[in-house]
């Protein structure tokens, strides 16, 4: 990922500060991640169909074209004046090359006369350096002309690509060939990045809710549904340059609404991969937690449920699955309870499952519960949980509304284990927005190859915050002592 240079934000499980520039005001306080209650790294929902939601999709990729096309005009107006201004500045060197041969005669006529004469000429001199300093100056303005005109048809060469990459994308997507669409934005990621001046590992599409897991010396994130499909698949080798590889989970459950899918997350258990993912029930807006099965990292995932694994109607719904597994081998879930529905602020819960993964073995415990007097503004979503070398269990959960530059990270401390009640280990957010990064959230930590503590999340580019704009993904360091956690990206 090309961020800017590391900055350490660390927060104390004793309450120490979290040193980060602070964040902008932002709008009114949401819920959850949906205009109406939605949740964590949705796209706001349209309706009770599959073809309000795919339609909520190719609306976002017009949306994205358009802002391009009109980078092209304005990027065409530019050039233009380029060009006049260059025609102007040719026009001033042919006047000051006639200007230079008068001064020139002017000089050798000066010479051999009085002192007055070769005052005159020395004058002549002094206006004819002049005139050469004005030449070389206009000289180099052609030259820069020259070099923005290339510069400027070469961005809109690949705006153009860019465009009719999405475009075929847009096209295939809406007559039900997912994996095409997928195929057609893999092959203008690269347009797409250019044009959008973003960095070689930044993905230039919205990839939401990022979740990393390391298999074999390759990274697999697997992020939001967007026009990647129901759950959208890059992979890198570094985590440093990401590829798009498309759609991991062709196909959702019969019971689940298609383009509804939010925060995905994997776990792998024995020879199996299990996908754990949020999704609207057909019919209805109420999401639940549903899973799916593969034999590869980067799937295809099956789902074959004839039910959600958990959905807590009484309290809203149940989003952003998170597996987590103890020392002592054993797996547990953890998840969102919505809330709002039933006007009370919603909850982080956790799980234990069963030994294959598709089921639970234990009762759900409540870990812990939206504040609306503090930063949170009683909003507590996408949990993640990590043990340290030295055996302290932290809870990393994003609050705040979602689609603003006040939603941010805070930690929590577990020490009774994942099956108990946490508490907050600071009251400040240990990531907000800064100048680099706006509305962070979605966090999930887990180990990379080496084994070295990372964490994966997404957040707005200052000045485009908001939906419908991209949430990047963004892979940091987790640096971890006795009494804090501190974060590097």
């Keep these: 990922m090309s961020v800017s240079p590391p900055t350490d934000r660390v927060l104390s499980a004793d309450g120490l500060d979290v040193d980060a520039p602070p964040g902008a005001t932002a709008p009114a306080a949401a819920d959850s991640e949906s205009p109406d209650g939605g949740g964590a790294g949705a796209e706001p929902p349209t309706g009770g169909t599959g073809r309000r939601r795919l339609l909520g999709v190719l609306v976002a990729f017009l949306l994205i074209g358009g802002a391009a096309a009109r980078e092209v005009w304005v990027s065409t107006q530019a050039l233009s004046e380029t060009e006049a201004e260059l025609a102007e500045a040719r026009a001033d060197i042919e006047a000051l090359t006639s200007s230079e041969a008068t001064l020139r005669d002017d000089l050798d006529g000066a010479k051999g006369r009085t002192k007055v004469a070769e005052l005159d000429s020395a004058q002549a001199r002094a206006a004819l350096d002049a005139l050469e300093e004005q030449r070389q100056a206009l000289e180099a303005q052609v030259l820069s002309a020259d070099a923005d005109r290339g510069l400027r048809a070469l961005a809109n060469g690949r705006l153009r690509t860019c465009i009719d990459g999405l475009n075929r994308a847009v096209n295939k997507i809406s007559v039900g060939d997912g994996t095409g669409g997928a195929f057609e934005l893999a092959a203008v990621q690269d347009d797409c990045a250019a044009a959008e001046q973003a960095g070689p590992s930044e993905m230039p599409y919205d990839f939401p809710d990022p979740f990393v897991l390391s ?155 939206g504040d609306p007097t503090s930063w949170e503004q009683g909003v507590v979503e996408g949990p993640s949980m990590y043990r340290d070398g030295e055996g302290r269990l932290w809870m990393f959960y994003s609050g705040a509304p979602w689609s603003s530059d006040e939603y941010g990270v805070g930690v929590a401390s577990c020490p009774n284990g994942p099956a108990s009640p946490c508490t907050r280990a600071n009251p400040r957010p240990m990531l907000k927005s800064n100048d680099r990064v706006v509305g962070p959230g979605g966090l999930e930590a887990f180990r990379d190859g080496d084994g070295t503590p990372r964490v994966v999340f997404h957040a707005y580019k200052p000045g485009k915050v908001g939906y419908p704009n991209n949430r990047i993904l963004v892979v940091g360091t987790l640096r971890l002592d006795h009494d804090s956690v501190a974060l590097d990206y």
Aim: a negative charge; proline letters at 6%; hydrophobic letters at 35%.
């Design 215 to 369: 298999v074999g010396g390759t990274n697999y994130a697997y992020g939001t549904n967007a026009g990647g499909g129901n759950v959208q698949l890059a992979t890198s080798s570094n985590l440093d340059e990401w590829r798009f590889a498309g759609n991991a989970l062709p196909k959702v459950a019969d019971w689940a609404e298609p383009n509804s899918t939010w925060a995905p997350s994997v776990l792998k258990l024995g020879d199996r991969y299990l996908l754990y993912y949020s999704v609207a029930k057909k019919g209805e807006r109420t999401h639940c937690v549903s899973v799916a099965v593969a034999l590869a990292p980067h799937g295809p995932f099956v789902d074959s449920t004839s039910a959600p694994l958990v959905c807590q109607e009484d309290e809203g719904g149940t989003i952003d699955p998170s597996p987590y597994v103890d020392t002592d081998g054993k797996a547990y879930l953890l998840y969102k309870s919505e809330g709002t529905p039933v006007g009370r602020s919603g909850g982080l819960w956790s799980q234990e499952l069963n030994a294959e993964g598709t089921g639970f073995a234990g009762f759900p415990v409540l870990l812990m519960s």
